[in-house]
């Protein structure tokens, strides 16, 4: 028996990316409170997410990086790992969005968004994976996917395919992975009040028919995310592989 609870994230480091703000700020400071050292990473300042974690009573560092650099992976981690120690937990949150009809979609916009939100990913987690495998360590990958690994959407071409390629990707790694004690699952966060929705949020049309569909009659915030990350970075989740939780207000059981 031990006095240690099943959620708790103390003595272990988490690299968590785009935490600059939105959901990866939520999920940054929600490890944090429950323990863990944080590494921000992303091609924007972290002042704001480093003081949130303070706050929290955490401790956190910064680590200023283009994700959509080649062949960068591999340093990522390893810097994360300098400044927090062998990291135990990564979180792929990094992502853009591109809205245009399907008729009349960029090229340059299908690339940079594949590139980031799926390419990028996955060799995060294959970076991380082989750093666990080689130091005979387990871990914890929680992917950011999204409703659209699941649904269609409109308008948004690249994401959806990104969303529903990192879904794939999720299972294919938890797949290879769990024999080796290394978790790989999924958060599908709902409409949430980020960046990447502020367009919706103001179409008072769309934000009014998408608070329609949620049984829960709101928005999803940042923090929302951050618990069910806590969650699945955790010894609740050790038998949880290739997972993708909603997280989504009740949107997908309307």
């Given at each position: 028996?031990?006095?240690?609870?099943?959620?708790?994230?103390?003595?272990?480091?988490?690299?968590?990316t785009g935490?600059?703000?939105?959901?990866?700020?939520?999920?940054?400071?929600?490890?944090?409170?429950?323990?863990?050292?944080?590494?921000?990473?992303?091609?924007?300042?972290?002042?704001?997410?480093?003081?949130?974690?303070?706050?929290?009573?955490?401790?956190?560092?910064?680590?200023?990086?283009?994700?959509?650099?080649?062949?960068?992976?591999?340093?990522?981690?390893?810097?994360?790992?300098?400044?927090?120690?062998?990291?135990?937990?990564?979180?792929?949150?990094?992502?853009?969005?591109?809205?245009?009809?399907?008729?009349?979609?960029?090229?340059?916009?299908?690339?940079?968004?594949?590139?980031?939100?799926?390419?990028?990913?996955?060799?995060?987690?294959?970076?991380?994976?082989?750093?666990?495998?080689?130091?005979?360590?387990?871990?914890?990958?929680?992917?950011?996917?999204?409703?659209?690994?699941?649904?269609?959407?409109?308008?948004?071409?690249?994401?959806?395919?990104?969303?529903?390629?990192?879904?794939?990707?999720?299972?294919?790694?938890?797949?290879?992975?769990?024999?080796?004690?290394?978790?790989?699952?999924?958060?599908?966060?709902?409409?949430?009040?980020?960046?990447?929705?502020?367009?919706?949020?103001?179409?008072?049309?769309?934000?009014?028919?998408?608070?329609?569909?949620?049984?829960?009659?709101?928005?999803?915030?940042?923090?929302?995310?951050?618990?069910?990350?806590?969650?699945?970075?955790?010894?609740?989740?050790?038998?949880?592989?290739?997972?993708?939780?909603?997280?989504?207000g009740g949107?997908?059981?309307?």
């Amino acid at each position: 028996m031990t006095d240690r609870s099943p959620f708790s994230l103390a003595g272990r480091s988490a690299l968590v990316t785009g935490a600059n703000t939105g959901i990866g700020q939520g999920i940054a400071v929600a490890l944090a409170r429950a323990g863990a050292t944080v590494v921000a990473a992303g091609r924007s300042a972290m002042d704001e997410t480093l003081a949130q974690v303070t706050q929290a009573g955490g401790t956190g560092h910064a680590l200023r990086v283009d994700l959509q650099e080649a062949g960068i992976a591999a340093r990522v981690v390893a810097e994360a790992a300098a400044l927090a120690g062998p990291l135990d937990i990564l979180v792929n949150n990094a992502g853009i969005i591109r809205r245009a009809d399907a008729l009349d979609f960029s090229e340059s916009d299908w690339d940079e968004v594949m590139n980031l939100n799926l390419k990028a990913n996955f060799f995060l987690a294959q970076a991380f994976a082989r750093a666990a495998l080689a130091e005979r360590r387990g871990g914890r990958i929680v992917n950011i996917a999204s409703l659209l690994s699941i649904q269609g959407g409109i308008r948004v071409a690249s994401y959806t395919a990104s969303k529903s390629g990192l879904a794939g990707l999720t299972r294919l790694l938890a797949n290879e992975w769990a024999p080796h004690g290394i978790n790989v699952n999924a958060i599908a966060p709902g409409y949430v009040e980020t960046n990447n929705t502020q367009a919706l949020r103001e179409d008072p049309a769309r934000s009014a028919a998408i608070l329609a569909r949620i049984p829960a009659g709101r928005w999803g915030n940042p923090s929302d995310i951050g618990g069910a990350a806590v969650f699945l970075a955790s010894d609740a989740a050790a038998y949880v592989h290739g997972a993708i939780l909603p997280v989504d207000g009740g949107w997908l059981a309307r």
